[in-house]
């Protein structure tokens, strides 16, 4: 687990749902960045079945990275205790820590398919734009007290701001030039919103959503379509589907994936050879 402030109460109340179900475990606590890839590389080579994860999404995504390399890797449940918990929302899970845990107790695993930028797997998405600009930003105290609203507060200065810069994009023999791009293995994005209704899991397919510019207009277009669930509605946005692209633009650009940044461009994103099992409320 990720002990950050505020979350060990809840993680605590997750473990008292899993005992209650007649479950039990040894918890680990991570103290620094990297520790639970580390942990999770550890706990499978020691042969252990399952390894849950108390944490956010950045944690999720050191999780996976230390699981991946596995050559039969446990299956990992998920506990969400972040900020926007967008991969327990595409697995069906309970936003309650508790009530994951009571549902995480007696689920079935599923496969899934991962992702990749320049060596680093990602579960979920993953940005070049105004979405990575926004995470590299955002000031980590003010994440660690205010969550969701540290991002909504970056989000607004940068889009008062304004920019717009460009970028290419290759996959396959197509080219384009576009304002912002999101890499979506699952159709949820920064929480509750859909980015890419299509992508799926399950599927070795990775699902794009291009903005054409990265102006205010077209920025504030976009997010009013994200927040009614209507992203097709967006004037500027486009989707597509690939297994690979490659993206280009300024030098220094930030990458980010599960919401940590990763690198900087260039970037190629494909899908990851490997797959993993992971514990599903729907």
């Not at 930003?137 to 717009?164: I, M, S």
Request: net charge positive.
């Amino acid at each position: 687990m990720n002990p950050a402030a505020g979350r060990r109460r809840r993680f605590a109340e997750a473990l008292s749902a899993w005992s209650a179900a007649g479950r039990t475990t040894a918890v680990v606590e991570t103290q620094r960045r990297g520790d639970a890839e580390r942990l999770a590389r550890e706990a499978a080579a020691s042969g252990v079945g399952l390894v849950l994860v108390g944490g956010g999404d950045g944690t999720v995504n050191e999780v996976i990275n230390g699981l991946a390399d596995s050559p039969r890797p446990p299956a990992l449940g998920v506990l969400p205790l972040g900020t926007a918990n967008v991969l327990a929302r595409e697995l069906g899970l309970p936003l309650g820590p508790a009530a994951a845990a009571t549902a995480l107790a007696t689920a079935r695993s599923r496969k899934v398919h991962l992702g990749l930028v320049n060596g680093r797997r990602f579960v979920m998405m993953a940005g070049v734009g105004f979405d990575a600009q926004v995470v590299a930003a955002v000031d980590p105290e003010a994440k660690r007290r205010f969550g969701r609203l540290a991002y909504a507060a970056t989000t607004a200065d940068l889009w008062a701001r304004g920019r717009n810069a460009r970028y290419r994009v290759q996959t396959g023999d197509t080219a384009l030039e576009v304002g912002s791009v999101i890499v979506a293995n699952g159709r949820h994005y920064a929480g509750g919103f859909v980015a890419c209704p299509t992508a799926d899991l399950s599927r070795p397919e990775l699902s794009l959503c291009l903005l054409n510019s990265s102006t205010r207009p077209q920025v504030l277009a976009t997010a009013l379509a994200l927040g009614i669930g209507r992203i097709g509605w967006a004037p500027g946005v486009s989707h597509l589907s690939a297994p690979m692209l490659h993206v280009d633009g300024p030098a220094d650009e930030p990458v980010q994936a599960d919401g940590d940044i990763v690198g900087t461009l260039p970037a190629t994103f494909s899908v990851a050879p490997e797959t993993l099992r992971m514990l599903t409320g729907s």
